[in-house]
């Protein structure tokens, strides 16, 4: 369940404008988390890697429970996505700052997915309803 909360915060950080233009009183929640946005889209983003290199580790539960195992990749694959997104200033001022070649990389990447930022805000916060669900669910 923890996942699908983190997925709805990632979501809605990462489109802030289509959620205000749905629900205008979300500002005053909106300005008391974004100044805390860098740390969040960096520990998202590490949680994310190391959610993927488990999933991966764990491939032969893709036979057993497939949609699980889909929904735990994707997750994570998000989670990973967005959290770079929201925490790239922290990770470039912490991480990359000490290498130019990762720095460039990580601005292309950067460049690819900031267009796209707010379609993966929506399917995060969609994602995330369905992983609460699922959790209630299938537990």
Request: proline share 4%; net charge positive; hydrophobic share 55%.
């Amino acid at each position: 369940m923890i996942y699908g909360i983190t997925l709805l915060l990632l979501g809605v950080l990462a489109a802030p404008s289509l959620i205000l233009s749905k629900k205008p009183n979300a500002q005053e929640l909106l300005d008391k988390i974004t100044p805390y946005q860098g740390w969040i889209g960096l520990v998202s983003c590490v949680w994310g890697v190391w959610g993927i290199i488990q999933a991966v580790l764990s491939m032969s539960l893709l036979g057993s429970y497939p949609i699980w195992w889909a929904s735990w990749m994707t997750g994570n694959v998000l989670e990973a996505g967005l959290g770079f997104l929201l925490g790239y200033g922290m990770i470039s001022q912490l991480v990359l700052s000490k290498n130019e070649a990762a720095k460039e990389k990580g601005a292309k990447l950067l460049a690819k997915l900031t267009p796209v930022q707010g379609k993966l805000g929506l399917f995060a916060i969609a994602f995330g309803a369905w992983t609460i669900v699922a959790s209630i669910l299938f537990s």
